[in-house]
T-cell receptor, first 111, second 113 residues
Framework: DGGITQSPKYLFRKEGQNVTLSCEQN?????MYWYRQDPGQGLRLIYY???????QKGDIAEGYSVSREKKESFPLTVTSAQKNPTAFYLC??????????FGEGSRLTVL | GDSVTQMEGPVTLSEEAFLTINCTYT??????LFWYVQYPGEGLQLLLK?????DKGSNKGFEATYRKETTSFHLEKGSVQVSDSAVYFC????????????FGGGTRLMVKP
């Protein structure tokens, strides 16, 4: 079945460590996105990519990095520069219709 | 800039009650509008959408009508069930380059038996 797969579902990080969240899609979508969701809040855009080898900062890109070497993959690295990384991270992809398809999310907790 | 405003939750209803969750958007052009639903611990799923004025999106008993004159896209359901308990997000497609969506803050719905 086609869809978006995020891994891991749960991740624990010590302060000062970088971690990478995986996002893979087999929908043949050109565009991919990373959102952050905090408890009781809406979604905030971290990074997005509309085509392979190109990506743009969203509203809260500081402390994060991404790559888009393949159409299917858009990994997000949460660096030690991100001061408050504990959150629920959502990856999504889309076609030109504007409808976003989301993964199941990854919950990151800093110990 | 583009924005979406939703009523704050939580909204607590008894089973079979009527549901309305308000959503308004900034009127820059004619954006496509969406409602997404998020069940506990999961990602977001598209619930319904409308792409032009007066369109009505519907799915699983939920409806929302694209009202250009009031820049609104309120979500309604005639009879909620316990299984409808979730967080609901209103969103608009931005008119700038790309297909990014701007989301409202989400409204938590709790339905009690």
């Amino acid at each position: 079945d086609g869809g978006i797969t995020q891994s891991p579902k749960y991740l624990f990080r010590k302060e000062g460590q970088n971690v990478t969240l995986s996002c893979e899609q087999n929908l043949n979508h050109d565009a991919m996105y990373w959102y952050r969701q905090d408890p009781g809040q809406g979604l905030r855009l971290i990074y997005y990519s509309q085509i392979v080898n190109d990506f743009q900062k969203g509203d809260i890109a500081e402390g994060y990095s991404v790559s888009r070497e393949k159409k299917e993959s858009f990994p997000l690295t949460v660096t030690s520069a991100q001061k408050n990384p504990t959150a629920f991270y959502l990856c999504a992809s889309s076609m030109n219709t504007g409808e976003l398809f989301f993964g199941e999310g990854s919950r990151l907790t800093v110990l | 800039g583009d924005s979406v405003t939703q009523m704050e939750g939580p909204v607590t209803l008894s089973e079979e009650a009527f549901l309305t969750i308000n959503c308004t958007y900034t009127a820059t052009g004619y954006p496509s509008l969406f409602w997404y639903v998020q069940y506990p611990g999961e990602g977001l799923q598209l619930l319904l959408k409308a792409t032009k004025a007066d369109d009505k999106g519907s799915n699983k008993g939920f409806e929302a009508t694209y009202r250009k004159e009031t820049t609104s896209f309120h979500l309604e359901k005639g009879s909620v069930q316990v299984s409808d308990s979730a967080v609901y997000f209103c969103a608009r497609k931005n008119n700038n380059a790309g297909n990014m969506l701007t989301f409202g803050g989400g409204t938590r719905l709790m339905v009690k038996p």
